[in-house]
């Protein structure tokens, strides 16, 4: 049947059932929505075998479509990521619901008792590519707030997304929630990602996670707001303050720990005084990384690779990084704001005032003082799984997690007040 419908009308009905469900979901405790969730996660487990079988056909498919080791590395489950996968679900359950939280009371000059409380924001569509585990952690987090949810993945990971889909519905169904709270795009045709991007009134926010072309797409055709993943041009800048073993080990882990993840350091900032530059470099391609360096980095170290203009302005997500020398704190910032992405941005330094002024004023959405990169995740920040690392400046911003997917109501409380 839905395939005789135009993509418009899909969503149309999709919205429709979403909004339904929202409605619903906004009103229901806590504990059933986390009851709900914990059977998702029991039968993302029991379905481990199915989901690992699908993503194997998915990871054929992609080796032979010739996607980068990267992008493979993001879409591979193993039994590990999906038992991760279902705790991550598990973890959403455990955290403190914003339903309902009053962020401020006040009284009125007219005597009313005025509150600001957290409210869903009411039917999201999440648009990514990919990685599987967003099935999950997306509809959970968009269960726990109260929110339905609309999943169109990627045709890379197609069999992989609709495995796990299975899975989560039906343990929401069990545990008696919504049917519609959940929902997933099941065609890879790109007309109805456009229906998704146009349906306004129906949808109140899209999510997108992917790469640039991607986000751009729904930057340029969206007619629903935005909350928007963009790429992660992340820098480590090393202070001339900084101590040596500490540089190398937050350097190694911010770009080879995982390289394909958006947290991963693309960018190596150091300090032209720093008298450690050239054996930090040579640990770096020794780690497997293929180094590109300016001028001054490759004088130091004559075997790396000659940095182009380009390079600056490039998320790799591979084992691949750009080194610069900069003039103390001045060039690191300079060079920052001209290339980043205001995603995470990190300096390496034992001087604090330095320290403290690159927190002031990199303006990212994460910036760490002695601390690898990788840690941009909203698993580390103590929020339980994460839509998203939002790099605008408004509604949310870093690790969007539950209290990002919520908006405000004003209530009043009056005791007969009418206004002259």
Known sequence: ???????????????????????????????????????????????????????????????????????????????????????????????????????????????????????????????????????????????????????????????????IYGAFVRGLAEAGLPVGAVQRVASTDRALVGAMLTAAGEIDMIVPRGGKSLVARVQADARVPVLAHLDGINHVYVDGSADPAMAQAITLNAKMRRT????????????????????????????????????????????????????????????????ALVDGIDGALAHIAAHGSQHTDAIVAEDAAVAERFLAEVDSAIVLWNASTQFADGGEFGLGAEIGIATGRLHARGPVALEGLTTYKWIGRGTGQVRG
């Open 260 to 323: 394909g993840i958006c947290g991963s350091m693309e960018t190596l900032l150091i300090d032209r005084a720093w008298p450690h530059a050239a054996p930090l470099i040579e640990a770096l391609a020794v780690s497997g990384c293929e180094v590109r360096g300016d001028s001054s980095a490759r004088a130091l170290v004559p075997a790396i690779g000659a940095a182009s203009r380009e390079d600056w302005d490039t998320e790799y997500l591979d084992a691949i990084a750009s080194v």
């Open 1 to 163: 049947m839905t395939e005789m419908m135009t993509p418009e009308a899909q969503i149309s009905a999709m919205a429709a059932a979403a909004r339904g469900a929202s409605n619903a979901l906004a009103h229901l405790p806590s504990a059933t929505k986390a009851a709900g969730l914990r059977a998702a996660a029991a039968a993302i487990r029991g379905a481990e075998t199915t989901i690992l079988a699908a993503n194997a056909d998915d990871m054929a498919g992609g080796a032979a479509r010739g996607l980068s080791g990267a992008m493979l590395d993001r879409l591979k489950l193993d039994p590990a990521r999906v038992a991760a996968m279902a705790a991550g679900v598990e973890a959403v359950a455990a955290l403190d619901d914003p339903v309902g939280d009053v962020i401020d009371t006040r009284i009125a000059p007219s005597g009313i008792e005025l509150s600001r409380v957290r409210v869903p924001i009411g039917v999201i569509g999440i648009i990514y590519e990919s990685r599987p585990n967003v099935t999950a952690d997306a509809a959970a987090l968009c269960v726990m707030s109260g929110n339905a949810v609309i999943l169109r993945g990627g045709s890379e990971a197609a069999a992989s997304n609709a495995a």
